[in-house]
């Protein structure tokens, strides 16, 4: 298996605090979170890239997908913050799938972008855009 998640969240952690320094980022959903606003960035599915297999035993490209959650305060903030996660994973070859506010049922007043995101990545840890 290829890991990246260090080189992903590090990237967005940075991204975040560049815009709101007092913002909170997690690999792991939290129910109470500390402060706003706060995201969550999580691997959702890493698998072989079949297409690029060689004979090689060891895997040497990877399809990876990240799940980004912005809750914020403000709507404003929440597109914001959400904005700054995009650029910075666009930047790193990340493609996005998909993003949209969702609703956070658990309470109302809070805003949420939900995003996903997709890329290939190899053994160097470089990222490549993915369909």
Do not use: W
Request: glycine share 2%; proline share 5%.
């Amino acid at each position: 298996m290829i890991d990246v998640e260090t080189e992903v969240f590090d990237t967005v952690y940075q991204a975040v605090h560049r815009l709101v320094p007092e913002g909170c980022v997690s690999g792991v959903y939290v129910p109470q979170p500390p402060a706003f606003p706060f995201v969550t960035l999580m691997e959702t599915d890493n698998a072989t890239f079949t297409r690029q297999r060689s004979t090689a035993v060891d895997e040497e490209y990877a399809v990876v997908t990240y799940d980004a959650n912005v809750y914020a305060n403000d709507k404003h903030e929440c597109r914001e913050v959400m904005d700054a996660i995009d650029t910075a994973l666009v930047k790193l070859n990340f493609t996005r799938l998909s993003m949209a506010f969702t609703p956070n049922l658990a309470d109302e007043t809070i805003f949420r972008i939900t995003a996903r995101y997709r890329a290939a990545a190899d053994t160097n840890k470089r990222f490549y855009r993915y369909r």
